[in-house]
């Protein structure tokens, strides 16, 4: 059964109910379904490029059969101890800035409501930099670090931006002059830092998945595993957000309380990432709104942002590593050259319908 569902003016999609023996039944859009098993496809086979990639290449064939179980020593030890754990962390430090920019676009109604853009990152960044710099703390110290500097940024953000409730642009206005003051800070503290201490702080900022291992892995994996459901759970009450606060209430939606719940999740998410890989720029502001152009569907189009987040990293990480010859690249470095690129191309976008 199909049903026709407006989007614009100018657009339509459709929906499908799928009905099961039992009397249950799920809406599905075929459009959106098949652009999230595409991503999974193309995350998966990424994946498989990556771990396949380095001074021992390893074939896609022989990266499969390791994975499996079979594969010859030396390609167990350069598939399951060396590559496998890096790419695992970027497999969920991609879903998880992806996701979270989902969430925050969507409540701020907003394309540019990135968490890169209105100040998360950096305060993530800052709590990190603090750590290194003033107290010479360790890596495992600079991730909680990490942690800590997002979650405090997130609350002050939101308590700053609240007034009766917190509002897109608000959110948005005050998150850019957050961030660029967490800037400043950011850059006090390298020219108080000592050289090695700069130099370390430098290394983590750019972003990189270099030296990533189960370590980094573990923790990562955990809070994901709780947060990423939470929020495709309340992916209904997200859409409904993105209607208003009013239309949301009338749709019986505890507004307030859906927002912080989303909110602390996708800062928190964002936090881990960037505790696990630096700060990797741009991935939260693209993947969302790749993912909706992909999918055509309107709403945050959370699973398909996680995966679009996955398979943008996995991508720009390969060519990191290997485009470039000998000259590997801190993956950082080529999302911020692909971000901005972006970033240019939206604005002029939005210039151009009218929107800013």
């Not at 009905?19 to 193309?42: D, H, I, M, N, Q």
């Not at 021992?56 to 030890?77: C, M, N, R, W, Y």
């Not at 676009?105 to 750590?131: E, H, K, M, W, Y």
């Not at 307030?256 to 696990?276: H, K, P």
């Amino acid at each position: 059964m199909s049903t026709p569902t407006s989007t614009s003016p100018s657009r339509t999609f459709r929906t499908r109910t799928l009905r099961t023996g039992g009397g249950l039944s799920v809406r599905y859009e075929p459009r959106a379904l098949f652009s999230v098993l595409a991503l999974v496809v193309v995350a998966l086979a990424a994946a498989v490029v990556l771990i396949g990639s380095g001074d021992f290449p390893v074939p896609p064939a022989d990266v499969v059969s390791t994975l499996l179980g079979g594969g010859t020593e030396v390609q167990k030890i350069a598939v399951l101890d060396l590559r496998l754990p890096r790419v695992l962390v970027a497999v969920f430090v991609g879903a998880a800035l992806g996701i979270g920019g989902a969430v925050f676009q969507a409540i701020s109604r907003n394309p540019l409501g990135s968490p890169d853009v209105i100040g998360f990152g950096q305060g993530s960044t800052v709590g990190a930099l603090v750590v290194i710099v003033l107290f010479q703390g360790s890596a495992m110290a600079a991730a909680g670090g990490a942690i800590a500097g997002g979650l405090v940024t997130g609350a002050v953000i939101y308590l700053l931006a609240w007034k009766r409730g917190v509002h897109g642009y608000r959110l948005v206005l005050v998150g850019i002059g957050a961030a660029a003051m967490l800037t400043a800070v950011i850059h006090y503290l390298i020219t108080k830092a000592q050289l090695v201490d700069a130099t370390r702080a430098v290394v983590w900022m750019t972003g990189s998945l270099d030296g990533r291992d189960m370590a980094q892995f573990w923790p990562l994996f955990g809070v994901s595993c709780v947060l990423l459901p939470l929020v495709l759970g309340h992916g209904r009450a997200l859409r409904m957000l993105e209607m208003g606060d009013d239309a949301a209430y009338a749709l019986g939606v505890r507004v307030e309380r859906t927002r912080i719940v989303l909110m602390g999740s996708a800062v928190l998410l964002v936090a881990v990432a960037t505790a696990a890989a630096g700060p990797i720029v741009f991935v939260s502001l693209s993947a969302p709104q790749l993912a909706r152009r992909l999918t055509r569907s309107p709403g945050p189009n959370l699973a398909a942002s996680a995966l679009m987040g996955t398979a943008l990293l996995l991508v720009a990480d390969w060519a990191a590593t290997s485009a470039f010859g000998e000259r590997r690249l801190p993956v950082g470095v080529v999302t911020g050259v692909l971000g901005g690129c972006y970033l240019l191309w939206l604005l002029v976008s939005e210039r151009k319908a009218g929107r800013i």
